[in-house]
Each structure stands twice: as structure tokens, then as C-alpha cells.
């Protein structure tokens, strides 16, 4: 799979998040659902049906409902003043939302496994989806937020503590003798260890999956995780310090074609760079065509040049040396008041739209309808080499119409059949 469907099979999953009154309808719902779910499972008997229902909505909201509301109001008070990041009031609510989901439907899944083999795991369900909603939690705030390890454990374990003292208070409160037999402070310990196991297995899951890419690249994949939802959610380009940081100079060609009046001024831009419009977003070079467009007072065009995601700017500034260069050739622009027709040439699934101007050409290069994704730079530099020896031109700009995607293709690179069909026609 290319560089440019991994980007789009990730992008395809941010989503807006709702508003914290929503997530607190939500949370209301949910766990009043759950509560009559698992008396349905495991039967209260306080009177007829319908009392049974709203005693069992009433004990999920209080076990479930309350301590999400609760730590959802008060995460986002916790991460702020350990001076992190990203954890506003609408995701810190959806984040409760999410961990109250998990733990009830663990202790759904538990109770009924529970019934099937004729076991009592309504109690310990409960507990162990409390764990998992730890391990969410923990994981969500470690990853995101960026404050340390231990902080993170004490904001991720409020809510599961909560959720614990909630169900001991409910569900044992008319039967001290058997609360007390059940041990609640021992009940608590064994959760609090069972987090702190989960805790351990996540830190080393994440220091193995991160240790290659802060080896290589300075930052690992939390850091820029954590970055990217700081971007999308505040428009800050942070994260852009990072790929700087990763970054490394090349040297690339861009293609500038101008067009004027016959009293001398620029009447239009066609412009290729060979630097590619990425990685997604806003974010480095991502909105380059917008930029170049709006340096210029001539209408302009900007299209894509032969370049993959390698060659995405690193930051947003490293767009005015592409203005630069384009502003350096237009000193030195010769001008002619011919060009040819627009020809097409096509050799098996390569396609290639010429026209000349003057002593150079601009090549629109296409493999639809069999598609591709990005023309590797070296590939489009030999192209166009290729192309001035056989036309006997000088300049010679090619630009890759990016009009017919298959992921299941890939990007045209050396060695690949399409670099030789687009050399060939």
C-alpha cells in the first residue's frame, strides 16, 4: 500500500467530537441502559417489573452515570494544571463517555457468562471493567496529553476508584456482613495492583512501538500523535517543529511556465514544483498550492509535479524558497508569442498531454484509467531528461495529473513498468 492511502486510510477516521453536553446525555443513557441490563441478568427482586427497571437504571447511572460526569468535569482540571495538552472540556467528557461504555460492557459480557455457567460474576465483571476502563484512560491521556507517567496514573485512576466505591455503596450497603466478607478494602487493592499491571504492560507496549522511531527520527509516535490532535484541535503548528527537527535539505527543480499582456505584465502562472503538497491538513507543505497562489498578484495555477511524500516541506516557511525560486526565473523568463497545439501521445498505459513554448514544453502525464499514485522525483527527472533529448528543447515541465488513484498500484518509482511506458511515449 502507498505512502498516500496509508495517509488517507487515517485521515478517514477524525471525526468532530460532540459537545460535553451531549456526551453527558450520552453518559446518562448508556448507563441507565447498562444498569437494567445487568439486572436482567442478574435479577433484583424490589417490587413489580417496572420498579425492577428503574431500580436497575438507577443503579447504573450511580455506578456508572456519576463518577463519569464527575471525572469528565474534573480531568480536564487535573491535565491543565500539570500544564498539558489537548484534553478540553468536550473531549475529557467523551473520554469518561468511552471508559464508562467499556467497563459496562465488560460487566455485561461477565454477568452473562456468569449466568451461562452458572457462576455469580456480577461483582468481579464490574471490577475488571473498571481495569479496562483504566487501561483506556491511561493510554488516551499518556499518549495525548503529554505529562508524565505518574500524573497520568492518577488522573486515569479516578474514575474507575469512583465507579468501585459507587457499587460498594449501592450494592452492599442493606448487607454489612456480607460486604465486610467480601473484603472491600482488599477488593480495592486487587483493582488498584490489576491497574498498575495494566499500566506497566502499556508503558512497555508503547517504549517498544516508539524506541525505532526516536531512534531514528528524534520523536516518537506519541509525541507526534499528541501534536497532530493539538493541530486539529487548535490550529497550532507545533507538530511542525518536529518533522524540522527529522527534516533533511535536498535540492529539486520547480517548473515555472509565465504568461503575459502585450504591454509587459504577467497575465498568468502555470507552476510544478517538484516538492509534494503533504503530509495532511495544513500541516508543512499541505496547503502549498493556496500559498503560492496567494504570493503572486497574476492568477496561478499550481499543479503536481513528480514527487512522493518524501519530499513534503517540512513546515509552511519552507514554502517562500519555492516563491523565490519561481520569482527568480520570472527575471530571467523569455517569451514568445507562438506555442503549438496540445497533443496527446499514449504508449500501453501511459498518457502524456504535450505542448510547446518556445524552446520548452509542459507535459501532463496520466496513467488513467489504470491509475497510480505519485511519480517519484527520480522517475520524473529522467522523463523530463529524456524528453529534452528527443524534442531538442531546454526546459521541460513535467506535471503528474494525479487523476486516476489506486491505492493498489502504488507510486510510479524506479524499476517499476510505468517509469518506461512514460519514458517511451
Known amino acids: 500500500m502507498s505512502s498516500m492511502s496509508n495517509v488517507a486510510g487515517l485521515s478517514k477516521w477524525i471525526r468532530t467530537l460532540p459537545n460535553a453536553k451531549s456526551s453527558v446525555l450520552m453518559i446518562i443513557i448508556l448507563s441507565f441502559i447498562t444498569g437494567v441490563l445487568l439486572f436482567l441478568l442478574q435479577p433484583v427482586n424490589v417490587g413489580n417489573g417496572l420498579e425492577d427497571f428503574f431500580y436497575g437504571g438507577a443503579f447504573g447511572f450511580v455506578v456508572f452515570g456519576l463518577p463519569a460526569i464527575i471525572t469528565g468535569s474534573t480531568d480536564q482540571l487535573w491535565v491543565e494544571s500539570l500544564n498539558g495538552i489537548n484534553l478540553k472540556a468536550k473531549h475529557s467528557m467523551f473520554l469518561a463517555l468511552v471508559s464508562m461504555s467499556l467497563a459496562g460492557i465488560v460487566g455485561i459480557i461477565g454477568t452473562a457468562v456468569g449466568l451461562i455457567f452458572n457462576m455469580d460474576l456480577f461483582f468481579n465483571s464490574i471490577l475488571f471493567g473498571c481495569v479496562i476502563a483504566f487501561g483506556f484512560n491511561i493510554l488516551v491521556i499518556l499518549a495525548t496529553t503529554r505529562i508524565k507517567l505518574f500524573n497520568s496514573f492518577i488522573i486515569a485512576i479516578i474514575q474507575p476508584l469512583l465507579m468501585i466505591g459507587m457499587l460498594i455503596i449501592t450494592s452492599f450497603l442493606n448487607n454489612i456482613d456480607y460486604l465486610f466478607s467480601l ?16 499500566l506497566i504492560a502499556i508503558y512497555a507496549f508503547i517504549s517498544v512501538v516508539e524506541s525505532p522511531m526516536k531512534k531514528n527520527l528524534g520523536f516518537g509516535a506519541m509525541e ?33 511556465a509565465s504568461f503575459r499582456r502585450l504591454d509587459g505584465s504577467i497575465k498568468a502562472l502555470f507552476l510544478s514544483p517538484c516538492v509534494h503538497p503533504g503530509p495532511l491538513g495544513d500541516i508543512g507543505g499541505s496547503n502549498m498550492p493556496t500559498l503560492l497562489a496567494n504570493s503572486f498578484d497574476a492568477f496561478t495555477m499550481v499543479a503536481h509535479g513528480p514527487s512522493t511524500h518524501d519530499f513534503n516541506p517540512v513546515s509552511s516557511d519552507e514554502i517562500v524558497k519555492i516563491e523565490d525560486a519561481v520569482r527568480k526565473a520570472l527575471d530571467d523568463m523569455e517569451y514568445s508569442p507562438k506555442a503549438s497545439e496540445f497533443i496527446r501521445y499514449s504508449y500501453k498505459k501511459a498518457n502524456v498531454g504535450v505542448q510547446f ?57 524506479p524499476g517499476n513498468p510505468e517509469l518506461f511506458q512514460l519514458i517511451d511515449t
Do not use: R, W
Request: aromatic share 10%; net charge negative; proline share 1%.
Open 357 to 413: 513554448f518556445k524552446n520548452g514544453t509542459i507535459m501532463l502525464s496520466t496513467f488513467a484509467p489504470s491509475g497510480s499514485d505519485d511519480i517519484e522525483y527520480a522517475v520524473g527527472l529522467a522523463a523530463m531528461i529524456e524528453s529534452q533529448k528527443e524534442l531538442g528543447t531546454e526546459n521541460n515541465i513535467l506535471v503528474d495529473c494525479h487523476n486516476s488513484f489506486n491505492e493498489e498500484k502504488g507510486g510510479v518509482l
Open 224 to 256: 507526534i500523535l499528541s501534536y497532530f490532535i493539538l493541530h486539529m484541535n487548535e490550529g497550532t503548528n507545533t507538530i511542525e517543529q518536529l518533522f524540522d527537527n527529522a527534516g533533511e535539505a535536498i535540492d529539486t527543480l520547480v517548473g515555472v
Open 183 to 198: 473484603g472491600y478494602i482488599t477488593t480495592i487493592f486487587k483493582v488498584i495492583i490489576a491497574s498498575v499491571i495494566f
